[in-house]
């Protein structure tokens, strides 16, 4: 499986950025996806997880500032973040965890270690 994540950049604060990330190689029918971030010094954290369901799930600090989204025909998962703020600077990372069934997965209680195929980051820096 190759996940491929692309947008991002730099913004200022109250701007937009929109994420995407693209799946290749993928066969199963259930899955868990999610966005996560890690900012300089800080642990990797689940902001956003979306399941083969379409059951989603927000971080609080994230919640009704970022949207996240699939489009299954183009194997595309989506992050559209709005009101930005200078502390979601952080590197960006989209992963995927195969499961029997959407309804295994556990939101942003499924640790990072726990998913199986990640991205290579993507940078996003908000400015003040």
């Known amino acids: 499986v190759q996940v491929v994540e692309s947008g991002g950049g730099s913004v200022q604060a109250g701007g937009s950025l929109r994420l995407s990330c693209s799946f290749s190689g993928y066969t199963y029918t259930g899955y868990c996806m999610g966005w996560f971030r890690q900012a300089a010094g800080k642990e990797r954290e689940a902001i956003a997880t979306i399941t083969s369901n379409g059951r989603t799930s927000y971080a609080d600090s994230v919640k009704g500032r970022f949207t996240i989204s699939q489009d299954n025909g183009e194997n595309t998962l989506t992050l559209q973040m709005s009101s930005l703020k200078p502390e979601d600077t952080a590197m960006y990372y989209c992963?995927?965890?195969?499961?029997?069934?959407?309804?295994?997965?556990?939101?942003?209680?499924?640790?990072?270690?726990?998913?199986?195929?990640w991205g290579q980051g993507i940078q996003v820096t908000v400015s003040s």
């Open positions: 992963a995927v965890e195969p499961v029997p069934d959407g309804k295994y997965c556990r939101g942003l209680n499924l640790p990072p270690e726990e998913y199986d195929h």
